[in-house]
Structure formats: structure tokens, C-alpha cells
């Protein structure tokens, strides 16, 4: 047996297993169509360990993140003079940086060969004599397809599909396209077509193709700008300058283009259309996003909190040397959990330290937080309130019992209060910091200002005051602009500030929170 085998007896063969010191490399890389989650795996693992990335316009700004820190990341999709970078500059940049000994990923839209210059660049480094990768991407035709509800292949109706760039002129005599046999492919998809429609459709019809032929376009496949405008080839340029079509779009010509109104699942997603602001730390926003996000919401991060380590650890540190001197452990949040656990392992001490301590946690996700760290809570009550754990405990009788609360430095008193009046001797220890960072990021006070959010969504009472000190009391009443609560408490806080919460989540998670959204916006957009 390989000892050294993944577990489930997989085998990888991709490169990133074994010795990765490259000297010197280049990875052609294709992003995807724009979704940040259309990016392979392989695509993934190279950029969050490449040196300098040199990425385009189209490539999704987000997957930037994935690359490391300290990586350089070179923009040649746009000079400060809004002109696009010579490709023979890109290349010799390309070249040079390799030489330089170093892992550049070059991040492209869709797939890195279809239409995307990729094959100069290979050659550029080709005869430079070093070495490549190319890593394919999800390509933008392929993605609308799915996307705007077309089988580009369907079988019955299609068994050739062709990838046109619509770059060209086809009223040039010598156009490298040819229509003529275009005419004889069942699905034709333009790419780059959009100040050129008028001409690719007459040219099409010109050489033969009914002017009744089902076509498309797709604009900004899928983003959650993504639109389709649905025509014939005959009515599809007319429509989409009535439409205002704007690049990035593809043009889907043929009978596989008939469906796209029934098969169309995206644009129909109930939080399409909708732009969403997740005031959560940064850490803490993706399951919120991403559950958003799948409902085919425009989500911004808007972080209002930043989560810092306690200003002394005397007191935690105090605490935790006598633990098993506590009956109950008491954690109220995940980055509690987190902050609790880091500082236990900073001690040199691990599970075991808490063998005969009772923990009790505050909601689901402290309670799987914990379970993550190898610890069970032996209580987490239905009612994801502090009032609610508070109870739970009490119940258990607390008389002379001593207890931990490893919070937040923010959390209310109240809980500490409610035990000690049970009878409880309660140590309450802010084992993290809750802070409000200096602003909003530039995108979330775009959109504000723009008037262009839909909902925001508190995920507790300090988003709601952190929110409203940095977007301004005002943020929140926009006409249009709804408002999301996780549950009565920050809904209360919100209700002080005199904002009225469009809906509260019930019980208080994030799933529910989603639910309510999704909900609320099907009930009005039936
Ligand atoms: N290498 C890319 C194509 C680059 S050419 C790929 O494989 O997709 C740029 C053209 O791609 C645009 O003019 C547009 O026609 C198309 N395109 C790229 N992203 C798109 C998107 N999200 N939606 C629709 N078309 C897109």
C-alpha cells in the first residue's frame, strides 16, 4: 500500500503534486466566463502559489484574491490611458518575468486559447526556451449556453457548432470568415460581435441562413448582470440596439437558440437582478454570500467589523491555566470559539485540558465551530438567543457552579448577569476584539451612492451601528432599498435607529436569513 496515498485511494495526477520549485514558468490559465466558482481546480491550486500574476479585463477581479499576498499582480487590461496593453508588450513582460524565476500565472478570460491571443503568447515563450503551462477554461460560449438555457449541440436539432470571432469585418474583401460556410453549421456562436451585429446577421442571411433562425445574445454570461435578448437573426440586431446590448456578449445563431426563453434558469434565480450588501466581517460573509449568490444575487461585501485579538490576554490566559477548575465553558459566537481555542493551543494545551468542563454554545454555527475543534457542546439551545442560553443554563441549576463566558469585549452584560443571579460565579473574558474598520470598501459606497442596493443584511446588532456610522444614517432609506435582521435583537437595534426591517429571519441563522430574503422577494416578483 502507498503509504503516501490521498485517502480514498484517489490518485492526483495533476502537477501540483511532488516537488514544486519551479525556476522560471509560465501558466497560460483560463479564469472562466466570470463567476468566480467557473474556475477549474488546477486553475485554482496554481494561482494561490504563483509569484505574479498578469491578468486581463475580463478575468473575474475576485479571483485575485486567491493568489498569494506577496504575489505581484500586473493589470494589462487597462493602462491609466484606458488603452489596452500591445500584445507584443504582453508578451515580452510574459518572458521577462519568467526569466526572472518565477511562477506568473497569465489570467485569462474564458479559455486561455479560444480567441484570447494565447497562442502568441506560447510562442513568445516557446522560443524564449521557457518552460509553459496552459490550464483551459470554461469559454464564453460554452457558459452562455448553459447559462442563458441553450444545449449548443441539442440533437435534434444540431450536430455542428462553430466559434466565430465577430471582430472582423466581414464587409472586407479578404474577411478570414467564411459565411458561405458558416450558412451550412447548425449553431454558429460570435464572439467580440456586438459593434458588429448589423453586418455578421446580414452577412449570415446573405449566405443563406433563414432570417427566421432562432439567435440570442448574451451579455455578461453568468454574472448577475447576465441578460439574454431574444430574437431571429432577420430581427436581432434592430432588438439589441432597442435593448442597449453591451460588451462582454456572445451571439448564438441557430434552432438551439429556441429554448433559451423556456430553459432560461439563471435570470430567472428569485434574487436576480438584485444587488445585496453583506455587512459581515469579511470572514464570516461567505456562507452568506455564497448562499445569496446561488440564489442569483449581486453580493457585496460590505464588512462593518473587524475581528482583532483582546487588547491583554491576562485575564483569558488566567482563566484557562485553572479550567478545570470550571463547570461550564460558555461560547456565544464561532469566532469565540476560534479566539478560545487559538489561546489554548498558544499555552501549549489542547482538548484534554477541558475533560470534566461543560460547554455550552450559542447556535449552530458555534456549536459546529466546536465540533471542528474536536470538542462537543452538551448544550446548545433551540433558541439561538443569548436570553434563550441563559435559560438552558439556569435550568441546569448554576447555585455555587463556576462558569466561563469567552466573548466578544462588545457582548452586553446581560447574560453574566442572568447566571449570577442564578447563584453562578461567572468570569466573563473577551478572548477577541470586535472593531469597526476605517471605511466601506470603494464598491460597497459606489453602489450606495448610486442608489443601485436592493437589500442589506445585518447579521447583528454591532453591523447595524458600525453600518450606520460608516454609510451614514441614510444608508439604510433609500426608497427601494430593503432590510434583512438575523433576528429580534438586531432587529430591535435597527428598529432604534429607526429603520424598519423589510424581514427578520426566523430562527435566527443564516439560512434562514437567506430563506427570508428569497422569500420576500418571490412574494413580490411572483
Ligand atoms: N478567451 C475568452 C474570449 C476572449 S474574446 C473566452 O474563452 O471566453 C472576448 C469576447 O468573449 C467578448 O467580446 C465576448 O464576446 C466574449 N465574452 C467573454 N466573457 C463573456 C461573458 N461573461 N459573457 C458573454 N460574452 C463573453
Known sequence: ????????????????????????????????????????????????????????RLANPALLDLAPEQAEKIDVGKSPDHHTVPQEQINRLLVEKVREGKIVVRLKGGDPLIFGRGGEEIEALHEAGLEFRVVPGITAAIAAGAYAGVSLTDRRCASSVAFVTGHEDPDKTESAVNYEALAGVDTVVFYMGVGRLDAICRSLILAGKSPDTPAVAV????LPRQRTIRATLGTLAEQAREQSLAPPAVVIVGQVARTAEQWNWFERLPLAGQCVLVTRSRKQASRLARGLALHGAEVIEAPTIEIQPPETYT???????????????????????EAFLTRLAALKLDAR???????????????DALRRGGLLPDRVPETFTTEALGWALLERDVKGKRILLARSDIAPPDLAQMLAAGGAHVEDVSVYRTTRPASLPAAAREALQAGRVDWITFTSSSTVENFLALAGEQACRHPGCKIAAIGPVTARTLRQAGVEPTVVADPHTIEALITAVTTEESRENP
Open 1 to 56: 500500500m502507498d503509504f503516501f496515498a490521498p485517502a480514498g485511494g484517489k490518485h492526483y495526477n495533476t502537477p501540483m503534486t511532488g516537488a514544486t520549485n519551479f525556476e522560471g514558468l509560465a501558466v497560460l490559465l483560463g479564469a472562466g466566463p466570470g463567476a468566480e466558482g467557473l474556475l477549474t481546480r488546477e486553475g485554482e491550486t496554481w494561482l494561490s502559489r504563483c509569484d505574479c500574476v498578469i491578468y486581463d
Open 219 to 222: 451579455q455578461s454570461a453568468t
Open 315 to 337: 485575564a483569558v490566559d488566567a482563566a484557562i491555566r485553572e479550567i478545570a477548575q470550571f463547570d461550564w465553558l460558555v461560547l456565544t459566537s464561532p469566532n469565540g470559539v
Open 353 to 367: 485540558a477541558l475533560a470534566g468542563v461543560q460547554i455550552a454554545a450559542l447556535g449552530d454555527a458555534t456549536a
